[in-house]
């Protein structure tokens, strides 16, 4: 049965707005720069969902318009990283948290001569009650398969018990089904689908899609993979970030 009461909102991968030149091209699920278009506002504190791709050996800055924590998630290749308060190199399995308070500036670099590199970059809000913590790595084994793997917390200095927004990521066989119970009943839900496709909440996702969820009476999110080695990110968000 589909559930009638949860406030759903489908982002189409090919409707996304986009921005490139000759060496970067960046897919933005929400409204990003310049790009602006009706019902892409940020998903409570998630504010941006960057999808990237990066040419062979060239660098791009970015500089956080507020107090933000930028998460990076690289998918192919790796990933080289330059902020005031960490600095590293990333590769798919890795997941990076960077807090940045507004006005700094950060930079991504493909280390390779010859090959392009893939990696999604999202922005949460985070204002004065953000952990003191400047950065935090985590990395995650999808060998472990069917089930969601934590990548990333945001703890608030309010109640380090009640996350300013968490993700996980779960790689899931054909049909494989998983479960994620909603830490608290007020916050919503973002997937990402990173690779395959999945349905959730009843509701059919392909490679690169979005859906945000809110208002879901039993506080559990459903997934059901309907391909082999399918990926997904999921994300508890605060709705008042």
């Known amino acids: ?99 940045l ?30 952990s003191l913590i400047t950065s935090r790595q985590s990395d995650i084994d999808l060998t472990t398969t069917d089930q969601l793997l934590p990548a990333f917390a945001l703890t608030s200095l309010r109640d380090d018990s009640e996350p300013a927004g968490m993700g996980f990521i779960g790689k899931f066989n054909g049909r494989a089904e998983g479960t994620y119970a909603l830490k608290n009943p007020q916050n919503g839900v973002f997937v990402f689908i990173l690779s395959g496709a999945f349905e959730v909440q009843n509701r059919l996702l392909h490679e690169r899609d979005g859906l945000s969820l809110m208002n879901m009476p039993e506080a559990i999110v459903e997934v059901e993979a309907l391909s082999n080695n399918a990926i997904l990110l999921l994300m508890e968000v605060p709705l008042h970030g």
């Open 101 to 130: 308070t507004k006005g700094m500036s950060y930079q991504l670099s493909n280390p390779y001569e010859t090959e392009l590199i893939n990696f999604v970059q999202l922005w949460f809000s985070s204002g004065s009650e953000t």
């Open 1 to 99: 049965m589909i559930d009638t009461r949860t406030q759903a909102q489908l982002y189409v991968a090919d409707q996304r707005g986009c921005s490139q030149n000759s060496f970067f091209r960046s897919y933005h699920t929400f409204n990003f720069g310049p790009y602006t278009a009706e019902h892409r506002s940020a998903f409570g504190g998630l504010r941006v969902l960057n999808d990237d791709t990066l040419g062979p050996g060239h660098r791009l800055s970015l500089t956080v318009d507020d107090d933000t924590a930028v998460v990076l998630i690289p998918l192919v290749g790796g990933l080289e990283f330059n902020s005031p308060v960490a600095d590293g190199f990333l590769e798919a399995g890795q997941v990076q948290t960077v807090w």
